[in-house]
């Protein structure tokens, strides 16, 4: 795990004994720091019973505390936390932030910091594979993986310094203030999470340009020259030390014209589709920044596997394949799922979608029921999505993922694709995206040996 003589003697509240909270407890415990831990859930509390003080946050003096740590998941707007420690001048800070105070007692190393709204967890395990493959120490953390403060600290090698490759959403930054990231990337900015920035876009896209603004004028920025509210506040905060991953002088400057990179894309099985070509610019723009060859990066582009519950290719059954894409959980992010695969005549996606709908109606995914053979509704909000559909292609509402599945296994017939790509949250009817995408692997798995 990593910690640190920073915390020592210092104390804090952790609210939140889930994977992240109770890594963060292990971790300050073992920094001699002292703890108030607290989950409304005594199974959560139990490990830490007898080795540091249980008790509610909410219902304490803070006075003295050196901060209040607390889940992402933790909704900063609505929940009377932030006020509270707010009153006693205390900062509500999270997991990501620790590692930042941990980080001048790491051994040599670098930070790439990957945001954005959709696309994030594609690169981040694609920097960390490429690097990897090239013989460098890298370790993957943040919004995916283990939690980074449970992690050891990576060492460096012959082949240069150890690289933190961190995934981090909104709610990740809103509780981080002093990373530093060597390198942050912006992916792209689209709405979603409203909810957690009361309705505000604009506050949305605040939370994520403050990766930038930690960054010292020395470091670099990476992101898409078509986010024009990106391209001013990271020029305006990162010192103008930015590349903008669709310049053809950048490319060309490294050695791979655009145009070259762009042709390859036929060579990277887990990375196809117009949605992965932007992935794979800002992989490869971090990584030459990072210093490694045009042919090292290329070899890591080509070894990728993909990631799990993100255009997963499951199973072929009887000459239907089947794709698990369940980490889609807005339209942004299924629509390029969809656009992956051809529209009529010659449409063959048998699409799964449904849940906690993100916004009303189907948002840019209405420009692509062309591309849709036939749909099979689920969820909270199935009904609407049944009946937005149906105008453009055949929609039968299924209620659950079992039902789905049933219902488009009789109907797709050999060389089409049965694809869960549900454009909503998950929580209605599923623990979580991960649960869902497990559900379905194991529904596909029941329909028989693979043709």
């Known amino acids: 795990m990593i910690t640190s003589t920073t915390f020592a003697g210092k104390r804090y509240a952790v609210l939140g004994l889930a994977r992240s909270g109770a890594a963060t ?19 959560a509390r139990a490990p830490f019973s007898g080795r540091c003080e249980l008790a509610d946050p909410l219902e304490l003096d803070l006075t003295g505390f050196d901060g209040v740590v607390v889940s992402p998941g933790v909704p900063l707007n609505t929940h009377p936390i932030k006020p509270h420690a707010d009153s006693f001048g205390v900062p509500v800070i999270g997991d990501i932030e620790l590692f930042a105070l941990a980080r001048p007692e790491l051994p040599p ?4 910091g990957i945001t954005g709204t959709n696309g994030k967890s594609t690169t981040t395990a694609l920097v960390h594979h490429i690097l990897a493959s090239a013989g460098r120490n890298a370790l993957m953390g943040g919004n995916i993986g283990e939690p980074i403060m449970a992690q050891d600290p990576i060492e460096p090698n012959e082949n240069g310094p150890g690289v933190y490759v961190l995934e981090l959403s909104s709610y990740q930054i809103d509780l981080t203030f002093s990373l530093d990231c060597d390198v942050a990337v912006l992916l792209n900015i689209t709405p979603d999470h ?3 920035y009361d309705g505000d876009f604009a506050k949305y896209a605040a939370s994520k340009a403050r990766l930038f603004e930690m960054q010292t004028s020395e470091h670099i920025a990476v992101t898409q020259a078509k986010y024009w509210w990106f391209d001013h506040k990271v020029g305006e905060h990162a010192g103008g030390k930015y590349l903008e991953v669709s310049d053809d002088i950048f490319y060309q400057s490294q050695g791979m014209p655009r145009a070259i990179a762009v042709s390859e894309q036929h060579r990277w099985p887990a990375l196809q589709g117009p949605h992965n070509l932007e992935n794979v610019e800002a992989a490869m723009a971090t990584c030459f920044v990072l210093d490694l060859p045009a042919n090292e990066i290329r070899q890591g582009l080509e070894t990728f596997s993909g990631l799990p519950h993100r255009m997963e290719r499951v199973a072929e059954r009887n000459g239907v394949t089947y794709f698990n894409d369940s980490k889609a ?11 992956a695969f051809p529209p009529k005549p010659t449409a063959r996606v048998h699409w799964i979608v449904g849940g906690i709908a993100k916004e009303d109606g189907l948002g840019k995914l209405s420009d ?10 689920i969820g909270q909000d199935g009904e609407m999505f049944a009946h937005a559909i149906e105008p453009a292609a055949p929609a039968h509402y299924c209620e659950t993922l079992s039902n789905a599945v049933s219902e488009a ?43």
């Open 25 to 43: 407890v292990e971790a300050l415990l073992a920094s001699d720091a002292q703890i108030t831990a607290w989950d409304s859930r005594e199974e």
């Open 109 to 112: 190393h670098l930070v790439v």
């Open 368 to 377: 692509l029921l062309d591309h849709v053979a036939a749909a099979y509704t």
């Open 194 to 196: 409203l909810d957690r």
């Open 409 to 451: 296994h009789g109907a797709a017939r050999p060389g089409e694709v049965v694809l869960l790509s549900p454009a909503c949250a998950s929580f209605d009817q599923f623990k979580d995206f991960e649960d869902r995408g497990q559900q379905f692997r194991d529904l596909v798995y029941a329909l028989g040996e693979a043709a």
């Open 329 to 339: 959980t807005n339209a942004d992010s299924t629509a390029p799922a969809l656009a």
